[in-house]
């Protein structure tokens, strides 16, 4: 209780009115044996079952950003599988942006002829199509096409963007703790950068590599 | 082991030899079948075959979960997937009155790391949101966010801690109530016109409610009222609405 004590009243009293749970009590207590005379001592534990859940993972691959040609692009993945069908993932990456042709005309439209490009973004995954890659006649690997989609930013030439992500992606599994996967994504955002307020649609294909913790 | 796929796969296993040396033989837990038998699958999930059982009586390991299924391995070293509704019926070295079901559920109440994140807005401007939490009591929840609304004029960054207090923790449809501080900065976009950068002190408090999907992954709405501090005169007042979703760790 003394953590309660330090928390601020208006919390207190909206807690007070409400039965405290005591679940996390139940782990510990050990039931008391029916009949006294069965003593062989059992050790109780609660099992530590090694859970992959989490993956981490990075990327290359090729950004083409819509008026300004394509780019390498590189970056680091942290996801979640909440079930066997969905996922969620944070990404973050980077790439450049240049406005050489537009030089070539006569007219620049960044202050430098390469500007650095970053994004980040949340998206929910689902596993589409599970199943499995044979090579050769004696390893198979689990695998799946999924979708993804999601919310982030895109920042280039100094200014941020709301980005709308949407793209599919195969995963081959080698091994249980470790993926491969390839992946192609629409990045979209309006931009007033050419002079009009438009959709822009930034395609991006990558070929990345995770782990599972 | 002559062909091309075995040459990859001991070429594959040597590396994994030199990344991954923490495969010292553990003491994996091990679980008595009490159903007429147990499925095994190739895969993690519910299409994959089932290509062996383990029968009632025998014991088997448990080398690791994914999502909702368990790999196992039977006493004939068979290794396979099984799901979370079979595994719950086995009974734990522990004794008979132990389900494996149980233990499950113990670890799911000695979760306390929660992540999340969310999408609304601000102000009618787009804002990403994703959160870090960490329940201190059955009732509440310590929350540190970040938030990032790039809208046509000027992004806003906002940084804050929350306390969250959730009256019916049990409940599925659970509400909750929330006062944060912190940070936030403004910054207008580079074409606009004698556009200056604004920071300053952030308080807001909010209301919401969660929906519990599963026992780790949840879904909530919000609705949030932001007080941003500019200085000893001034405090604008912002409105976010926001949906996403969380788990627990």
Request: net charge neutral.
């Given at each position: 209780m003394t953590k309660l004590t330090i928390l601020p009243l208006l919390m207190v009293t909206m807690t007070a009115v409400l039965p405290a749970a005591a679940t996390a009590q139940s782990a510990e207590s050990v039931p008391e044996p029916v009949i006294p005379a069965q003593v062989d001592r059992r050790d109780v534990h609660i099992p530590k079952i090694k859970a992959n859940d989490v993956e981490i993972g990075a990327f290359v691959g090729i950004l083409g950003v819509q008026d300004f040609g394509a780019k390498s692009s590189y970056g680091l993945r942290l996801g979640y599988h909440v079930t066997e069908d969905f996922f969620v993932e944070g990404t973050y990456a980077r790439s450049k942006v240049s406005d050489a042709s537009y030089r070539r005309l006569g007219i620049p439209i960044f202050s430098t002829e390469e500007v650095p490009l970053t994004y980040y973004n949340l998206s929910v995954g689902f596993n589409l199509f599970p199943g499995e890659v044979f090579v050769g006649s004696d390893w198979a690997m689990t695998s799946a096409v999924y979708l993804i989609g999601g919310v982030g930013n895109v920042n280039f030439n100094k200014e941020n963007h709301t980005a709308y992500n949407f793209g599919i992606g195969i995963r081959v599994l080698p091994v249980d703790w470790f993926s491969v996967r390839f992946e192609m994504r629409d990045h979209m955002f309006t931009s007033d950068l050419l002079g009009k307020n438009e959709l822009k649609h930034n395609f991006e294909m990558t070929l990345g590599a995770g782990a599972y913790f | 082991m002559g062909t091309p796929a075995g040459v990859a796969r001991w070429c594959f296993w040597a590396l994994v030899a030199l990344v991954h040396p923490a495969w010292a033989a553990e003491a994996n837990e091990r679980v008595l079948v009490a159903d007429p038998y147990l499925e095994l699958r190739t895969g993690p999930g519910r299409g994959y075959p089932i290509f062996d059982i383990a029968e009632r009586g025998e014991r088997v390991e448990i080398l690791m979960r994914h999502t909702d299924w368990f790999k196992v391995r039977t006493p004939r070293g068979k290794e396979g997937w099984v799901s979370r509704a079979q595994m719950e019926a086995t009974l734990t070295e522990a004794g008979e009155k132990r389900t494996f079901r149980d233990v499950l559920f113990d670890d799911y109440l000695a979760r306390r790391m929660e992540f999340g994140f969310a999408f609304g807005t601000l102000r009618h401007d787009p804002l990403l949101s994703a959160y870090a939490g960490y329940r201190l009591h059955d009732n509440f929840v310590a929350e540190l966010t970040i938030a990032q609304s790039a809208g046509d004029f000027s992004t806003t960054s906002l940084y804050y801690a929350s306390l969250v207090s959730q009256p019916?923790?049990?409940?599925?449809w659970s509400p909750f109530f929330a006062l944060g501080a912190g940070r936030f900065a403004n910054v207008p976009k580079s074409t606009l016109v004698s556009a200056i950068e604004t920071k300053g002190g952030l308080a807001n408090a909010a209301i919401g409610l969660r929906y519990y999907v599963t026992r780790q992954f949840f879904l909530r709405v919000e609705a949030k009222r932001h007080v941003a501090l500019i200085n000893y005169n001034s405090a604008d007042h912002y409105n976010e609405l926001s949906a996403g979703a969380a788990f627990f760790f």
């Open positions: - | 019916f923790p049990e409940a599925r």
